[in-house]
């Protein structure tokens, strides 16, 4: 029997400045569903927070948006979405991961986006989308791909208005 697989669709382009960064960040927020992974890869200072910062400003959010490097997530309750915004650079312990009960916050009713998803030795369940984040010159170079069919719909859904390779 032959089983035929969906390529994994992916889309990548320039991100010349920070505000093309929180555009992009702007036009993830309109894809939203309930229940999403993002996970976001890159170095220190590629841009994942400043991403983030656009998702929440979509959103409607207009407070001071942090990284929780040090809280490891932050709660984020805009409208009826509850976005729970993870930082896991100095994550250290496993055992920090069910005594805090991080695996509550994965469910089906909000979003999960997710700064340095590999420090968590894959406690994390999998992502419906990733987005990778590398400096390039002054800008930054994106990269998004879906990981399940959930991902898939609201990658097709994503209007990005940037300089866009597909």
Same mark, same amino acid.
């Given at each position: ?5 969906q390529?994994?669709?992916s889309? !990548? +382009? ?5 505000a093309?960064? /929180?555009?992009?960040?702007?036009? %993830?927020?309109r894809?939203?569903? @309930? ?6 890869r890159?170095?220190l200072? !590629? +841009? ?7 998702? /929440?400003?979509g959103?409607g959010? %207009?407070?001071?948006v942090k990284? @929780? ?6 709660l ?16 250290r312990?496993?055992?920090e ?7 509550e916050?994965?469910?089906?009713e909000?979003?999960c ?6 420090k968590?030795?894959?406690?994390l369940p ?14 930054r170079?994106?990269?998004l791909?879906a ?6 719909q ?6 990005w ?6």
């Amino acid at each position: 029997m032959i089983h035929h697989t969906q390529p994994r669709l992916s889309r !990548a +382009g320039f991100l010349p400045d920070e505000a093309a960064t /929180l555009a992009l960040g702007r036009a %993830l927020a309109r894809i939203l569903v @309930p229940g999403l992974k993002i996970y976001f890869r890159g170095d220190l200072g !590629a +841009g994942k927070t400043t991403l983030v910062r656009g998702l /929440l400003r979509g959103l409607g959010y %207009l407070e001071k948006v942090k990284s @929780p490097t040090y809280t490891l997530v932050e709660l984020y309750r805009v409208s009826s979405l509850y976005l729970y915004h993870f930082d896991f650079y100095r994550f250290r312990d496993p055992s920090e991961w069910e005594d805090a009960g991080f695996r509550e916050y994965f469910g089906a009713e909000s979003v999960c986006v997710v700064e340095w998803p590999e420090k968590t030795e894959g406690l994390l369940p999998s992502p419906d989308l990733e987005i990778a984040l590398r400096v390039e010159g002054s800008g930054r170079y994106a990269e998004l791909s879906a990981g399940t069919e959930v991902g898939r719909q609201c990658l097709e859904k994503l209007q990005w208005e940037t300089r866009c390779a597909d």
